[in-house]
C-alpha cells in the first residue's frame, strides 16, 4: 500500500499482521493440484468414504435444450430467506412470481419437524395467496446443502452448513421430510409432489444452460460456495443408476468442504483458524470459510480487531463497539467499502458510523479498505484456483461458467478478479466467459422438475398401465 518513509515503520507492522493472505500463484497452483486430486479421491468408488469432497451424483443426466414447457412449483432453501416461487415456462420465455420468507435463527436451529413445518406453512400461504388450491403442480426443491442423491426426488442430507443445525435431518430424505409435514398440515386443497431436489449450483447451471449450449459449470459465491459440473460415467464410481444414452451426469462437487482434512492448513491464517473455532461447525467447510460471504465480514473484522489490539488501527476505539463483537461485521460491509475510489472514503466512513467506530482518521480507512481488498482478493483467487481446475479437468476449448451468490453479484471487484486469475491459471489455450445466471434457484429447479416430467411423460407412454 502507498507509504511515506517516515510511517514505513507502521505499514512493515501492518503488514506482518496481514501477509497471510497475499499468496503466490505458485501457490495457488500447489492448491489446484490438491484440489484435483481431492475431487479424483471424491469420484473413485474405493475412495469416496475417506474424501472430503464428495463428488455427488445429481441425477441431472442432460442440461435442458429450450423446449421445456409448463407450470411449476419451486422451493429455495439454502440461507437465511426461504422462497416459494410459481415459474411458467414456455421454451425460452419464463415467468416467475415468488415470495421470501424469512427462516428465524431458532428455527435454524431448531428440530427438523420445525424447520419442515414452518416451510409447509409458507407453502400453504403461498398457494393461498396465488389462488393455486386445489391445482397439483409438480415442485423443484432447491436444497443448498450437500445431500447423497438416491434418484432425482430423492435426497439424504449428509450435513448441515451456513448456519443450520436442525436435529433429526441429517442423513434423512427431505423430501419424505416435506411431504410428511405438508401431510401434518392436514389440507386436502394443497397437494405437492416434489419432482425433483436440486442444488443452487446445479439449478445455476440448467437456468443458463437454457440460453447458452456453452455452459459447463455451476458456481455459487454467495453465503456459501459450490460448483457443479457434467461428468462421464465412466469416471462416477459411485454411480447406481442406468448407462443408457446420455452417459454423463451432473456432479454437485460440495467443494466447500475441501481442506477439511488439514491439506489447506499450509495457506491458513490466524484469523481463519479463529472464526473457525468459533463457528457452529469447527473443522467443517474449510475451503468455503475462507472464500464465501458467510465468513468474509468476520475474516476483515478479526484482522481489524487485531490491528487495533496492537495499536495500529483505531486509536481510540470504544471497545463496546460492534467492531470487537463477532458476527457483527457483515461481508456486504466489504463490498461497500471497497466501492471507494476517492480520498473521501464515504462509504467506509458511514461503515465505520454504523458499526460506532468513532474519531477514526483517513489514514484508519485506507488501513480498513486495503484489509478489505486483501481478503476479497484472496476468496476471488482461491475460487478462480477451483474454477480453474475444474476448467483443465474437462479440457474443452471454450465454455461458460453460470455464476450465482450474493458475493459475486455485489463485490464490486470479484468478477475482474476472477477472470484476470482463472485466465493465469487454466492451461494455455483454453477460453472462458464468467456469466452472471439469473434466478438459479427457481428457474433451475423448474427446469429440472420439467425435464424430469417430460421423461416420465414419455415412460408412461411408452408403456401404458
Ligand atoms: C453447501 C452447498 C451449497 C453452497 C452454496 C454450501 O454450504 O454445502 O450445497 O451449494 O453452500 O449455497
Redesign the pocket.
Known amino acids: 500500500m502507498p507509504t511515506t518513509p517516515e510511517k514505513l515503520s507502521k505499514y512493515e507492522k501492518i503488514e506482518a499482521f496481514v501477509r497471510g493472505f497475499k499468496l503466490s500463484s505458485l501457490t495457488y497452483k500447489r492448491v489446484m493440484h490438491l484440489l484435483n486430486e481431492e475431487m479424483n479421491n471424491g469420484l473413485r468408488a474405493n475412495s469416496n468414504h475417506l474424501a472430503d469432497i464428495k463428488m455427488f451424483p445429481t441425477f441431472v443426466r442432460a442440461l435442458p435444450d429450450g423446449s421445456e414447457k409448463g407450470k411449476f412449483l419451486a422451493l429455495d432453501l439454502?440461507?437465511t430467506n426461504f422462497r416459494v416461487l410459481m415459474v411458467v415456462i414456455n421454451e425460452r420465455d419464463v415467468d416467475i412470481q415468488s415470495q421470501t420468507y424469512l427462516i428465524p435463527q431458532r428455527i435454524m436451529l431448531g428440530t427438523g419437524v420445525q424447520l419442515f413445518d414452518h416451510i409447509a406453512d409458507c407453502i400453504c400461504r403461498f398457494i393461498r395467496d396465488h389462488d393455486l388450491k386445489n391445482v397439483r403442480l409438480p415442485l423443484g426443491f432447491t436444497?443448498?446443502?450437500?445431500?447423497k442423491q438416491e434418484g432425482l426426488a430423492k435426497a439424504r442430507l449428509s450435513?448441515w452448513?451456513?448456519g443450520f443445525r436442525c436435529e433429526g435431518v441429517v442423513n434423512e430424505d427431505i423430501c419424505y421430510l416435506l411431504h410428511e409435514a405438508m401431510k401434518r398440515k392436514n389440507t386436502t386443497s394443497v397437494e405437492v409432489e416434489v419432482v425433483a431436489v436440486v442444488?443452487?449450483?446445479v439449478g445455476t447451471l440448467m437456468s443458463a444452460a437454457h440460453n447458452d449450449r456453452n455452459c459447463e459449470i455451476g458456481l455459487?459465491?454467495?453465503?456459501?460456495?459450490?460448483a457443479?459440473y457434467m461428468e462421464s460415467l465412466e469416471n462416477v464410481g459411485l454411480w447406481e443408476g442406468d448407462y443408457e444414452h446420455p452417459a454423463q451426469v451432473l456432479i454437485?462437487t460440495?467443494w466447500?468442504?475441501f481442506g477439511d482434512n488439514g491439506c489447506l492448513d499450509f495457506i491458513r491464517t490466524e484469523y481463519d483458524r479463529e472464526l473457525d473455532t468459533y463457528s457452529i461447525n469447527p473443522g467443517k467447510?474449510i475451503y468455503?470459510k475462507m472464500i464465501?460471504g458467510?465468513y468474509m465480514g468476520e475474516i476483515v473484522r478479526l484482522a481489524l480487531e487485531r490491528l487495533s489490539m496492537e495499536g495500529l488501527l483505531f486509536e481510540s476505539a470504544d471497545r463496546d463497539c460492534e467492531l470487537f463483537h463477532r458476527g457483527r461485521f457483515f461481508t456486504k460491509y466489504v463490498s461497500e467499502i471497497e466501492s471507494d475510489h476517492d480520498e473521501f472514503f464515504r462509504n467506509t466512513k458511514q461503515v465505520l458510523d454504523e458499526i460506532g467506530v468513532t474519531n477514526y482518521t483517513s489514514e484508519d480507512c485506507k488501513i480498513v479498505k486495503y484489509i478489505c481488498t486483501l481478503v476479497s482478493a484472496r476468496a476471488a483467487f482461491l475460487s478462480s484456483a477451483g474454477l480453474a481446475t475444474v476448467i483443465n479437468k474437462l479440457n474443452k476449448p471454450e465454455m461458460t461458467i453460470a455464476v450465482d451468490?450474493s458475493l459475486y453479484r455485489f463485490h464490486p471487484r470479484f468478477h475482474n478478479l476472477m477472470t484476470l486469475k482463472i485466465q493465469e491459471l487454466v492451461n494455455h489455450g483454453l477460453k472462458f466467459k464468467l456469466q452472471l445466471s439469473h434466478d438459479g434457484s427457481g428457474k433451475g429447479a423448474a427446469l429440472v422438475a420439467a425435464v424430469a416430467m417430460r421423461l416420465r411423460d414419455i415412460k408412461e407412454n411408452q408403456c401404458p398401465a
Open positions: 439454502g440461507g436444497f443448498s446443502f450437500p445431500c450435513k452448513t451456513k442444488n443452487d449450483a455459487i459465491l454467495g453465503t456459501g460456495c459450490n457443479c454437485n460440495e466447500g468442504a467447510q468455503e464465501s458467510m451468490g
